[in-house]
């Protein structure tokens, strides 16, 4: 951005911020009160294929009609055992439905009180229906089990599994973290409910974690199998277990890759075939599969390779005919692509210098798709927006406002339930009618404070110096008068392919944002040239070293920071959580003084330390990229430290081990740098209820104290 775009910026900021400031607005108290932040219903579902949507709504079951707009409540959470409604799932007919509560199963009718299934201490995992709405599958202490509905016995599928050493059914934790990212079950029924096709993971491979909890009078000690970069991971196969007969066939999925990852999996829709997709260890090359479910045997019907890395998608579909959708980022932008049953492609859907972000509905009959992408523009990125595509590659927009869209489609597509928000509202959910028309409006509580009174995001590309744009937004404090220098906090995540800067609500950085924007601080966020705004040849520019991408975006923010009338260079905070931990450090290590104060949340130090799937995708291995993971890592970098920094973690961090942060205290300490620490007893990645509010006080506090903030 340019000094003379600057200055009118400013002068469409200020008079609007300024205008607010009178308004009433949040308590710090209030940002962490989930009875004051508003609520939607949860659990949303469709009812006979969308004659109705369910979903959980103050405690209670409700059913919406989608022909009338009229609900009812269904059934209220304290008639179920436990008292509590985890998850349900309605048989097709709509008769009855599988509740999961206290991690137990209950099976419930309409009118009838709900009948428990299981009354085991061992929790129930994945439980699924079976598309005949007879029976429910679901694994148990690394077995998988099958209930009859009707006479509520049950059976052992698999008797082999034993926690930790062999998971029949059930994800280990690197697939369910960086494969499935944590949405997927380990097994799958067949169409006609005769098989189920099973994940079966040998775990003894994998090296053990131990995460300690001190609270106890005597401390507990937790073992995780968890695979750091460079070692050896689970090995993994697929069966499919025949009901009938209760025998497995398992799939020759690994051909000659005795280490590849067997990423997805889905039946074709008469199941004849599983489909599976398999990703090589080192992520450039991804086959889809389609493997008999009789004899084993696999061949491939499509493959994808890229130099780098190939990213997962879950746009992938069978229609009817055994015609299949395909996502593919092949021309550097996830687009969709239609192919033939036999893996031929029939022809590119989409295209151009924009990204396919979610496939949200497939109507074969009428042959076309719904989907959502980035809005028009060079920070479209910023918004989602929702468009049709015909099989012969004809895009419609069908919701275009300015925001954040999504849709949720009913099974026969005839309704779906719109949502929206923007960076500064909450926004709504509707239940709109296909063809056009709202039929209702589904209930929220609004939030107890006035959101309008915050300071108002504005979001806009910032010119370096050599041209290069960046996206970014930034919110500027409601009191600020001209002549005056205000602290500000710069707030980052910048991995590969990653994105903060949005026009969606948020509400918890969000609202911390807006608040610190309320005392006094200009809050500035920057999202590099890895991120989604550049596509795939964006992300590649991470490929075997992390930092310097997501470092020139910050400093090209610093330097616009010095452009500007109100911003005060000398008392410049930076923060991030995980990744955004990880880059807050390299940073301040790589360029002291340019940050006064920061705060990394969570974060890697060393790369080695962090898990196969992930690290290895963008760094390679350690074996091949040593250079890569040593200059990547905040361990390398600790004698750098010049800045005020404080470091937090959760000592249950089972994602990102408390070991980053223990290896790197003790770099600093040899170094001689002083910094401040927040270690959070038995919290995970990410900290939760008091923990979570302690934590931004603690934050405020900091930054407060390092750069003479908090008016």
């Known amino acids: 951005m340019t000094r003379a775009r600057l200055g009118l910026a400013c002068v469409l900021l200020l008079p609007v911020l300024a205008a607010a400031a009178e308004a009433p607005a949040p308590s710090f108290d209030d940002l962490f009160d989930t009875e004051k932040l508003g609520s939607r219903p949860s659990q949303l579902d469709w009812w006979r294929d969308g004659a109705g949507l369910t979903y959980v709504w103050e405690k209670a079951l409700w059913r919406l009609d989608t022909g009338t707009g009229q609900s009812e409540k269904l059934l209220e959470e304290k008639d179920v055992a436990g008292g509590s409604l985890a998850s349900y799932q309605w048989t097709a007919d709509g008769r009855g439905a599988l509740l999961v509560a206290e991690d137990d199963l209950h099976f419930w009718q309409p009118g009838a009180a709900p009948r428990r299934l299981t009354t085991t201490k061992e929790p129930e995992e994945g439980a699924m229906l079976a598309p005949d709405g007879q029976k429910v599958a679901f694994a148990r202490e690394a077995n998988l089990y099958v209930v009859d509905l009707a006479s509520g016995r049950e059976r052992a599928l698999t008797r082999d599994g ?196 979610s496939v949200d509905h497939v109507d074969a009959a009428a042959g076309f798709v719904l989907f959502t992408g980035f809005a028009e523009g060079p920070l479209g990125a910023a ?134 924007a309320r005392r006094g601080y200009l809050v500035l966020v920057v999202d590099n040239l890895g991120s989604a705004f550049y596509g795939k040849h964006g992300e590649d520019r991470d490929h075997r070293r992390f930092g310097e991408v997501n470092l020139a975006a910050q400093l090209a923010g610093v330097e616009f920071l010095k452009t500007t009338p109100f911003a005060d260079v000398e008392r410049i905070g930076l923060w991030g959580w995980s990744g955004g931990g990880s880059n807050t450090l390299y940073c301040v290590l790589n360029r002291p003084g340019v940050w006064k104060a920061a705060v990394s949340g969570a974060p890697v130090t060393d790369w080695k330390l962090y898990d196969s799937i992930w690290t290895e995708r963008y760094l390679d291995s350690p074996a091949n990229n040593a250079e890569g993971y040593e200059k990547s890592s905040a361990v390398t970098y600790a004698g750098n430290l010049k800045d005020a920094l404080l470091l937090v973690h959760g000592t249950g961090d089972d994602n990102v081990h408390p070991q980053n942060s223990w290896v790197l205290s003790e770099k600093f300490i040899q170094a001689g740098a002083p910094f401040e620490q927040a270690f959070y007893p038995n919290q995970k990645h990410g900290l939760r209820g008091k923990a979570n509010k302690h934590f931004h006080q603690r934050m405020m506090e900091f930054f407060d104290r390092e750069l003479g903030g908090g008016h």
């Open 162 to 357: 034993q926690p930790g050493v062999t998971l029949n059914g059930v994800n280990d934790w690197v697939y369910w973290e960086e494969i499935w990212n944590r949405n997927a079950t380990g097994f799958w029924w067949s169409p006609g409910s005769e098989r189920i096709a099973y994940y079966r993971f040998d775990e003894t491979p994998v090296a053990e974690y131990s995460l300690v909890d001190e609270l106890p009078h005597y401390n507990a000690v937790q073992k995780q199998r968890y695979p750091k970069a460079g070692t050896a991971n689970p090995k993994v196969k697929i069966g499919v277990l025949d009901l009938a007969s209760g025998k497995t066939v398992w799939l020759a999925t690994t051909g000659n890759d005795p280490e590849a990852y067997l990423a997805r999996v889905a039946w074709t829709p008469d199941g004849k075939n599983v489909a599976v997709q398999r990703l090589n260890r080192e992520q450039t090359e991804l086959d889809l599969l389609l493997c008999s479910p009789t004899t084993g045997a696999c061949r491939v019907l499509l493959e994808e390779r890229w130099p780098t890395w190939v990213n997962l998608g879950e746009e992938f579909r069978f229609l009817p005919d055994g015609r299949f959708l395909w996502a593919s980022e092949r021309d550097g932008w996830r687009h969709l692509y239609l192919y033939s049953a036999d893996g031929k492609l029939l022809r590119q859907l989409t295209s151009g210098p924009w990204a396919v972000t």
């Open 383 to 516: 918004e989602r927006r929702l468009y049709r595509v015909s099989f012969d590659g004809a895009v419609e927009r069908v919701a275009t406002e300015p925001g954040w869209h999504g849709a949720r489609v009913a099974p026969d597509g005839k309704t779906w339930v719109h949502t929206w928000s923007d960076a500064d509202l909450p926004g709504w959910e509707r239940l709109e009618r296909s063809t056009g028309g709202v039929v209702a409006e589904l209930p929220a509580k609004a939030p107890t404070f006035d959101v309008e009174a915050l300071p108002k995001w504005r979001i806009f590309p910032i010119e370096s110096v050599d041209g290069t744009r960046y996206p970014a937004r930034m919110l500027v404090p409601p009191s600020f008068r001209m002549g005056q220098r205000v602290p500000v906090i710069m707030y980052h995540y910048g991995g590969p392919g990653s994105q903060e800067v949005t026009d969606r609500w948020d509400n918890r950085r969000n609202l911390w944002h807006k608040w610190m």
